[in-house]
């Protein structure tokens, strides 16, 4: 019952398809003999065919709207399908190109950014937003230049409020004029409300679907709840992959496996 091809995922959702993400095995991620996380592989390896994708995503997303949107969601329709890894793979990408980029772990209740950067413990967005922390003691400095963090903080039982609160969109609306985009590592929709009112202070949306296993139902429920689906959501990304399995489903695959790899660095 989940999406296996781009036309699944465009006749179910009615959204384009910005990028198929492939599947990498730990074999794959070794970069002088250590493997590194996925997010990273697209600094060492930025014309791989991960590199191509997650560029794909950033700029068709950018190229979304006649005004550049700076405020980027991403999130997926429940747990497990690679929506943080999308989002601080955009994020290496973004700042590689020499954008000011701000990632914000806004998934408050799992913070996966926020742990990946070892700052699961220390102040951030909620302290900020409660008046707990200075700017100073909330943004910390990303592992690369042009990189910037602002992890989700002190955990607390007001998370829908916090999220969907007019002090929030203030503080996006701030933002908008510091970076040149911020990239929000959103919850998943279906589990909480929180990405449905947080989908209302954002330009765009990137909605991740993990392959051939998110159900195309609860995709579909999770689109609605987001606020004004068809102006905000950028598109679609089918993740993790797997390209050589793909080519049975029509030729296109078959050459989107074989023939277009010598595009793709090593």
Same mark, same amino acid.
Not at 93 to 104: D, E, F, G, P, T
Not at 147 to 157: D, E, K, V
Not at 237 to 251: E, T
């Given at each position: 019952?989940?999406?296996?091809?781009?036309?699944?995922?465009?006749?179910?959702?009615?959204?384009?398809?910005?990028?198929?993400?492939?599947?990498?095995?730990?074999?794959?991620?070794?970069? @002088? &003999?250590?493997?590194?996380?996925? *997010?990273?592989?697209?600094? %060492?390896?930025?014309?791989?065919?991960? &590199?191509?994708?997650?560029?794909?995503?950033?700029?068709? #997303? @950018?190229?979304?709207?006649?005004?550049?949107?700076?405020?980027?969601?991403? #999130?997926?329709?429940?747990?497990?399908?690679?929506? #943080?890894?999308?989002?601080?793979?955009?994020?290496?990408?973004?700042?590689?190109?020499? @954008?000011?980029?701000?990632?914000?772990?806004?998934?408050?209740? %799992?913070?996966?950014?926020?742990?990946?950067?070892?700052?699961? =413990? &220390?102040?951030?967005?909620?302290?900020?937003?409660?008046?707990?922390?200075?700017?100073? $003691?909330?943004?910390?400095?990303?592992?690369?230049?042009?990189?910037?963090?602002? *992890?989700?903080?002190? #955990?607390?039982?007001?998370? +829908?409020?916090?999220? &969907?609160?007019?002090?929030?969109?203030?503080?996006? %609306?701030?933002?908008?004029?510091?970076? =040149?985009?911020?990239?929000?590592?959103? +919850?998943?929709?279906?589990?909480?409300?929180?990405? !449905?009112?947080?989908?209302? %202070?954002?330009?765009?949306?990137?909605? /991740? /679907?993990?392959?051939?296993?998110?159900?195309? @139902?609860?995709? !579909?429920?999770?689109?609605?709840?987001?606020?004004?689906?068809? $102006?905000?959501?950028?598109?679609?990304?089918?993740?993790?992959?797997? +390209?050589?399995?793909?080519?049975?489903?029509?030729?296109?695959?078959?050459?989107?496996?074989?023939?277009? $790899?010598?595009?793709? !660095?090593?």
């Amino acid at each position: 019952n989940g999406f296996a091809t781009i036309e699944q995922v465009e006749q179910t959702l009615q959204l384009p398809v910005l990028a198929m993400v492939p599947q990498l095995a730990d074999s794959e991620r070794r970069i @002088q &003999g250590h493997a590194v996380p996925i *997010p990273e592989y697209v600094v %060492h390896k930025p014309l791989s065919r991960l &590199g191509e994708s997650v560029r794909s995503i950033r700029v068709s #997303t @950018q190229m979304s709207d006649a005004d550049q949107p700076r405020l980027m969601m991403v #999130t997926s329709a429940l747990p497990s399908e690679g929506k #943080t890894t999308i989002a601080l793979s955009l994020a290496f990408s973004a700042a590689l190109s020499k @954008q000011r980029v701000l990632v914000i772990d806004c998934d408050l209740r %799992h913070c996966s950014t926020s742990k990946y950067f070892n700052l699961a =413990d &220390g102040p951030g967005l909620t302290d900020l937003l409660l008046g707990q922390a200075t700017s100073e $003691q909330a943004f910390r400095r990303g592992p690369i230049p042009q990189m910037s963090i602002l *992890p989700a903080g002190t #955990t607390t039982r007001q998370t +829908p409020d916090i999220l &969907g609160s007019e002090t929030m969109r203030a503080l996006l %609306h701030v933002l908008r004029s510091l970076y =040149d985009v911020v990239i929000i590592d959103a +919850p998943p929709l279906t589990p909480v409300i929180d990405s !449905a009112l947080l989908s209302k %202070h954002v330009d765009k949306v990137v909605f /991740v /679907v993990r392959w051939r296993t998110t159900p195309r @139902q609860i995709a !579909a429920r999770a689109v609605a709840a987001i606020d004004r689906p068809r $102006q905000k959501i950028a598109g679609v990304v089918l993740n993790n992959i797997q +390209p050589g399995r793909m080519s049975s489903y029509s030729p296109y695959y078959s050459y989107y496996h074989k023939r277009f $790899q010598n595009y793709y !660095a090593p």
